[in-house]
T-cell receptor
Framework: AQTVTQSQPEMSVQEAETVTLSCTYD???????LFWYKQPPSRQMILVIR??????QNATENRFSVNFQKAAKSFSLKISDSQLGDTAMYFC??????????????FGTGTLLAVQP | SQTIHQWPATLVQPVGSPLSLECTVE??????LYWYRQAAGRGLQLLFY??????ISSEVPQNLSASRPQDRQFILSSKKLLLSDSGFYLC????????????FGPGTRLTVT
């Protein structure tokens, strides 16, 4: 069974600084997808970024980028130029490729990020 | 663009009472639909998923059930709520191929008293 581990329950960063959130996962699959979701105080889950395991190039979405290390089963999220609106719980999630209709997302327990003014 | 709605936003129900949470999606047809539950301070756990009308699969045996009476409508139900059913319930729709992205609704906070 796949598991996702986020070892940092809470983190803090100053506005305009850069912060990296860690995520590791365990799987015997070779092809899969990894995601970072953001859950602000409104509790709406928002997709931040996606990475396909077969792609070596790290995904980037504006100020958000990932460092995907397949051999190490590591998938960290870097937030550059942090903004107050980035304050949220961040969840790392795994999805097995070819999971048929399920396409089940397996979530980590989250990292609460606080951006300080 | 696609939009996903959930209601109610907040619900307080006594133990033993029935439950019905509704989720509807706009702007897409024949979506894969999902119900997740988020316990306090934890990640999300998949409860049910559906690939079409009347097609429901359960991931976790429990006190809840799901139904999909229409293409873009997904309902989470219970005949008798337990205290352990309290939590934040999120509905999501999935894009499927090729990106397998899932997009979530605003959620329902359920408190069973």
């Amino acid at each position: 069974a796949q598991t996702v581990t986020q070892s940092q329950p809470e983190m803090s960063v100053q506005e305009a600084e850069t912060v990296t959130l860690s995520c590791t996962y365990d799987t015997s699959e070779n092809n899969y997808y990894l995601f970072w979701y953001k859950q602000p105080p409104s509790r709406q889950m928002i997709l931040v970024i996606r990475q396909e395991a077969y792609k070596q190039q790290n995904a980037t979405e504006n100020r958000f980028s990932v460092n995907f290390q397949k051999a190490a089963k590591s998938f960290s999220l870097k937030i550059s130029d942090s903004q107050l609106g980035d304050t949220a719980m961040y969840f790392c999630a795994f999805m097995k490729h070819g999971g048929g209709a399920t396409n089940k997302l397996i979530f980590g327990t989250g990292t609460l990020l606080a951006v300080q003014p | 663009s696609q939009t996903i709605h959930q209601w109610p936003a907040t619900l307080v129900q006594p133990v033993g009472s029935p439950l019905s949470l509704e989720c509807t999606v706009e702007g897409t047809s024949n979506p894969n639909l999902y119900w997740y539950r988020q316990a306090a301070g934890r990640g999300l756990q998949l409860l049910f998923y559906s690939v079409g009308i009347g097609q429901i699969s359960s991931e976790v045996p429990q006190n809840l059930s799901a139904s999909r009476p229409q293409d873009r409508q997904f309902i989470l139900s219970s005949k008798k709520l337990l205290l352990s059913d309290s939590g934040f319930y999120l509905c999501a729709w999935g894009t499927g191929l090729p990106n397998y992205e899932q997009y979530f609704g605003p959620g329902t906070r359920l408190t069973v008293t």
